[in-house]
């Protein structure tokens, strides 16, 4: 039985897993997700669910739903007829950035006392009348601000400018292996500056399992945590943020490379400006990309201002002694090691 296994042919096998794993592509929702390989015969894991979104576990939930609040004051009907028009009428903007550029006098007073209600705020999109429809406005893209969309309490209508994300991946993906970096992920049209791609899925856990399935898999071990720490201070004193975890579970977002020179930005997503713990990880183009090439996003996470912070951080983190790994993205400013 073991000569005859040795000898047989795999192809046969490596066939129909390929196509198991094509099945649960096309099961996926949104637009043609394909699967290439040209390296080698090895396919994505069999393991691997793919979500539509995030799967809560155990000691994880959003906040109760009465804390959901809708925008009362806007219609669908405002002013160009694309849901909320006018952004100090807006309360899902509550918490956006202020407009500083179109403040008067009295208003800069207010901002100055750190006095933010009643302020004009900043839409994340372009209106669904511009050339640039549904893009991310230059002033997200300069500077990652939390993005705050209408939620199922707004009465401002499904056509309402805020809604993008929510409505879920509109292009399609390609999940493809590299030749050095295992799986990578592509988009097969022309992507803008500011477009929408898909959003980081998986299971959101708590900190304490989050740190068990660490302890459990040991250093070296590939990692698809991703925490959800963009609101620190507004935690209840003793308590921790929760983890989403891609590695058993997720969307094709799982599948994208690191590169220390990204095309894509991830951006934190709000449909409830008072849930700072449970909220979408999305990502967008940062420039323009043509259709075919890999998409990428920084796995550190952060803003650099210069090229002395970047050299500063690696430094750091070498000198700390974490475990880390030769980065492979091949960008001129690669800072040359990954840590995970």
Same mark, same amino acid.
């Given at each position: 039985?073991?000569?005859?296994?040795?000898?047989?042919?795999?192809?046969?096998?490596?066939?129909?897993?390929?196509?198991?794993?094509?099945?649960? #592509?096309?099961?996926?929702?949104?637009?043609?997700?394909? #699967?290439?390989?040209?390296?080698?015969?090895?396919?994505?894991?069999?393991?691997?669910?793919?979500?539509?979104?995030?799967?809560?576990?155990?000691?994880?939930?959003?906040?109760?739903?009465?804390?959901?609040?809708?925008?009362?004051?806007?219609?669908?009907?405002?002013?160009?007829?694309?849901?909320?028009?006018?952004?100090?009428?807006?309360?899902?903007?509550?918490?956006?950035?202020?407009?500083? *550029? /179109?403040?008067?006098?009295?208003?800069?007073?207010?901002?100055? *006392?750190?006095?933010?209600?009643?302020?004009?705020?900043?839409?994340?999109?372009?209106?669904?009348?511009?050339?640039?429809?549904?893009?991310?406005?230059?002033?997200?893209?300069?500077?990652?601000?939390?993005?705050?969309?209408?939620?199922?309490?707004?009465?401002?209508?499904?056509?309402?400018?805020?809604?993008?994300?929510?409505?879920?991946?509109?292009?399609?993906?390609?999940?493809?292996?590299?030749?050095?970096?295992?799986?990578?992920?592509?988009?097969?049209?022309?992507?803008?500056?500011?477009?929408?791609?898909? /959003?980081?899925?998986?299971?959101?856990? /708590?900190?304490?399992?989050?740190?068990?399935?660490?302890?459990?898999? !040991?250093? !070296?071990?590939?990692?698809?945590?991703?925490?959800?720490?963009?609101?620190?201070?507004?935690?209840?004193?003793?308590?921790?943020?929760?983890?989403?975890?891609?590695?058993?579970?997720?969307?094709?977002?799982?599948?994208?490379?690191?590169?220390?020179?990204?095309?894509?930005?991830?951006?934190?997503?709000?449909?409830?400006?008072?849930?700072?713990?449970?909220?979408?990880?999305?990502?967008?183009?940062?420039?323009?990309?043509?259709?075919?090439?890999? #998409?990428?996003?920084?796995?550190?996470?952060?803003?650099?201002?210069?090229?002395?912070?970047?050299?500063?951080?690696?430094?750091?983190?070498?000198?700390?002694?974490?475990?880390?790994?030769?980065?492979?993205? !091949?960008?001129?400013?690669?800072?040359?090691?990954?840590?995970?």
């Amino acid at each position: 039985m073991v000569s005859r296994a040795q000898a047989s042919k795999t192809y046969r096998a490596e066939g129909a897993i390929r196509m198991a794993a094509i099945r649960k #592509l096309r099961a996926v929702n949104g637009p043609a997700i394909t #699967l290439m390989n040209t390296v080698d015969s090895s396919s994505i894991p069999l393991s691997f669910e793919f979500v539509n979104e995030s799967v809560l576990g155990e000691g994880v939930y959003k906040a109760p739903r009465e804390t959901v609040l809708g925008c009362n004051k806007c219609r669908p009907q405002m002013g160009q007829g694309v849901g909320c028009e006018y952004t100090q009428r807006c309360d899902c903007l509550e918490y956006a950035p202020v407009n500083t *550029a /179109t403040l008067n006098p009295v208003q800069q007073a207010k901002f100055d *006392a750190g006095e933010y209600n009643e302020l004009p705020k900043r839409f994340p999109y372009y209106s669904p009348n511009s050339v640039r429809s549904g893009l991310l406005i230059n002033f997200y893209l300069e500077k990652r601000h939390p993005i705050y969309e209408c939620n199922e309490d707004c009465p401002c209508g499904p056509v309402c400018k805020t809604r993008v994300v929510q409505k879920g991946r509109q292009i399609p993906l390609q999940i493809f292996k590299t030749k050095d970096r295992g799986w990578g992920l592509k988009s097969t049209v022309d992507l803008r500056q500011g477009q929408f791609i898909d /959003t980081y899925r998986g299971e959101i856990l /708590t900190d304490e399992e989050t740190g068990r399935r660490e302890e459990a898999a !040991g250093p !070296g071990k590939d990692s698809y945590l991703y925490a959800l720490d963009k609101f620190p201070e507004s935690l209840p004193q003793g308590e921790e943020f929760f983890v989403v975890d891609g590695e058993y579970m997720g969307g094709p977002s799982r599948f994208m490379n690191h590169c220390c020179d990204p095309n894509c930005k991830q951006y934190t997503v709000s449909y409830n400006k008072n849930d700072n713990r449970v909220y979408e990880i999305a990502f967008f183009a940062c420039r323009d990309i043509p259709k075919g090439e890999e #998409l990428t996003f920084d796995y550190l996470d952060k803003d650099y201002e210069d090229e002395a912070e970047i050299e500063g951080a690696s430094g750091q983190k070498q000198a700390d002694g974490d475990n880390y790994i030769p980065c492979r993205c !091949g960008a001129e400013r690669c800072r040359g090691k990954l840590w995970v």
